[in-house]
């Protein structure tokens, strides 16, 4: 299984970006998908995440203003973003959870993508 993520950059405060992750190797709506950003000096975080019916969750911290998607032909995994503010600022993870149970905790996650920078500026 490998994982591309693509559509980092850098923006200013209450700016947009959707980031894209692609799966290579395996049958991305058979998974549990997930995003995870991890900032400076700080553990990874689990944000946002999409079982395989479809049932999406997403951490408080980013309720209200990111939103988890995918689409099962092109193994494509989308995390909108919205509002952005420098809190926001990180790297950002796909992860995929072949076992199929939904979690918020790295440790359950067996493939990550190589991460791909949200920087947000003031």
């Known amino acids: 299984v490998h994982l591309t993520e693509s559509g980092g950059g850098s923006v200013g405060n209450g700016e947009s970006l959707k980031l894209s992750c692609v799966a290579s190797?395996?049958?991305?709506?058979?998974?549990?998908m997930a995003w995870f950003r991890q900032r400076q000096d700080n553990e990874r975080e689990g944000i946002a995440v999409?079982?395989?019916?479809?049932?999406?969750r997403v951490a408080k911290s980013v309720q209200g203003r990111f939103s988890i998607s995918d689409h099962i032909n092109t193994n494509t995994l989308y995390l909108q973003m919205n509002n952005l503010s420098s809190e926001d600022t990180a790297i950002y993870y796909c992860?995929?959870?072949?076992?199929?149970?939904?979690?918020?905790?790295?440790?359950?996650?067996?493939?990550w993508g190589q991460g791909t920078q949200v920087t947000v500026s003031s």
């Open positions: 190797g395996g049958r991305l709506g058979g998974w549990v």
């Open positions: 999409i079982d395989s019916n479809g049932l999406a």
């Open positions: 992860a995929a959870n072949t076992r199929g149970f939904s979690s918020f905790h790295a440790s359950h996650y067996e493939y």
